[in-house]
Nanobody, 124 residues
Framework: EVQLVESGGSLVQAGGSLRLSCAASGFAVDDYAIGWFRQAPGKEREGVSCISSTDRTTHYDDSVKGRFTISSDNAKNIVYLQMNNLKPEDTAVYYC?????????????????WGQGTQVTVSP
């Protein structure tokens, strides 16, 4: 059974950093593309970052470029999202998702499996 479990969300002050983890089971993270998404209250879900399994290409939404970094630890079967210089507008529930073709996308409708989410709150 495929499962994704996010962790690492917390309350942090603006300018601070967090590292989110997406622990996968039931598959190897280097077999599927993994994406990070977020949804703030009253807003639509948006793609933040993704990493392909085909060639490990990474993509970022313009709003997080230069601040967020996606990476994977294949030995631990975990994908990370390192978030630096956090801003109040980064406040949201963050989800990781797995996409079986391996190419990755910032579009959520391409993804087959989702985690339950972890809350990130950035105070001014």
């Amino acid at each position: 059974e495929v499962q994704l479990v996010e962790s690492g969300g917390s309350l942090v002050q603006a300018g601070g950093s967090l590292r989110l983890s997406c622990a996968a089971s039931g598959f190897a993270v280097d077999d599927y593309a993994i994406g990070w998404f977020r949804q703030a209250p009253g807003k639509e879900r948006e793609g933040v970052s993704c990493i392909s399994s085909t060639d490990r290409t990474t993509h970022y939404d313009d709003s997080v470029k230069g601040r967020f970094t996606i990476s994977s630890d294949n030995a631990k079967n975990i994908v990370y999202l390192q978030m630096n210089n956090l801003k109040p507008e980064d406040t949201a529930v963050y989800y990781c998702a797995a996409e079986t073709t391996g190419y990755g996308s910032l579009r959520g409708d391409f993804y087959d499996y989702w985690g339950q989410g972890t809350q990130v709150t950035v105070s001014p």
